[in-house]
């Protein structure tokens, strides 16, 4: 069983910044993958960004050269910083947590980006 703890997220202007984290604790396991998704009103949860624990990035296009996604491995932490933020971005971000076998969730944080 992993636990996601979740810290970041609020209310920002078009342009501004964002830093998500998210901690995992648990039976974690030697290789997996960590990521955001995130789900905008009347719209399906979608990946935003992913990371394995040897370093390789997943980006979704329409934030590719705004989000970058790190992560530390000796804490099991990984990170969103969200930069030029658009009203597009609104939604509730969720962290991902991915084993061979198992996924896990995050209870989701709020992000709106609005003037």
């Known amino acids: 069983q992993v636990q996601l703890v979740e810290s970041g997220g609020g209310l920002v202007q078009p342009g501004g910044s964002l830093r998500l984290s998210c901690a995992a604790s648990?039976?974690?396991?030697?290789?997996?993958?960590m990521g955001w998704y995130r789900q905008a009103p009347g719209e399906q949860r979608e990946l935003v960004a992913s990371?394995?624990?040897?370093?390789?990035?997943n980006y979704a296009d329409s934030v590719k050269g705004r989000f970058t996604i790190s992560r530390d491995n000796a804490k099991i932490t990984v990170y969103l910083q969200m930069n030029s933020l658009k009203p597009e971005d609104t939604g509730v971000y969720y962290c991902?947590?991915?084993?061979?076998?198992?996924?896990?969730w995050g209870q989701g944080t709020q992000v709106t980006v609005s003037s």
């Open positions: 990371i394995t624990r040897a370093g390789a990035t």
């Open positions: 648990g039976s974690i396991s030697l290789i997996y993958t």
């Open positions: 991902n947590y991915r084993a061979t076998i198992l996924t896990y």
